[in-house]
């Protein structure tokens, strides 16, 4: 199997995931809006995120909706590039991950015009925010390329170049 067809597996089944558990959300909430309690720190509700990460850059009209999906298709459109010339198993999978996550979220803004959000993280009776598990494996992704970028022969080769040219000038 290739990097790049790894990451086209992982991001076909974070989508797959993220939509099926968004389809129960939202018909477990139309018969109880109450929060279920799933851990002491974590429940389960259904909130509408009309913004992007942490609910910023709310938008409440068509066109702010419009761009906000627009954007989001550019960035899974540029991640998709990368992802094709990718070599790196790691790096190949968080692609797949960040690129099935923002897929989730952008077929969410287009079919809800919002995105369906649903696990509430609190603790010591603040909440921190509420998010759903494309939110989750965005960030998962953005950590492994992280890691393959600081641990991988690459990356290591790269910081040996960029040090080399930072002495040489200096």
């Given amino acids: 199997m290739t990097p790049r067809a790894l990451g086209g597996l992982v991001a076909l089944a974070v989508l797959v995931g993220d939509q099926a558990v968004k389809l129960a959300i939202v018909a477990r909430s139309e018969a109880a809006l109450d929060a279920t309690p799933i851990a002491p720190f974590l429940d389960l509700v259904l909130r509408w995120n ?58 969410d803004r287009l079919t809800h015009g919002a995105v369906v ?14 998010f759903n598990l494309a939110d989750a494996a965005i960030n998962v992704g953005v950590a492994l ?24 000038q200096g």
């Fill in 50 to 107: 009309r913004g992007i990460s942490f609910s910023l850059f709310t938008q409440d009209t068509a066109a702010g909706r419009a761009t906000l999906l627009a954007v989001t298709l550019g960035a899974i459109a540029l991640l998709g590039w990368w992802l094709a010339s990718s070599r790196s198993y790691l790096a190949a999978g968080g692609l797949g991950a960040i690129i099935g996550g923002a897929l989730g979220n952008a077929l």
């Fill in 117 to 130: 959000d649903y696990l509430d993280l609190h603790a010591f009776g603040r909440h921190f925010f509420v």
């Fill in 145 to 168: 390329l992280i890691v393959d970028l600081a641990f991988s022969p690459r990356g290591a080769q790269r910081r040996r170049r960029e040090a080399s040219h930072g002495t040489e």
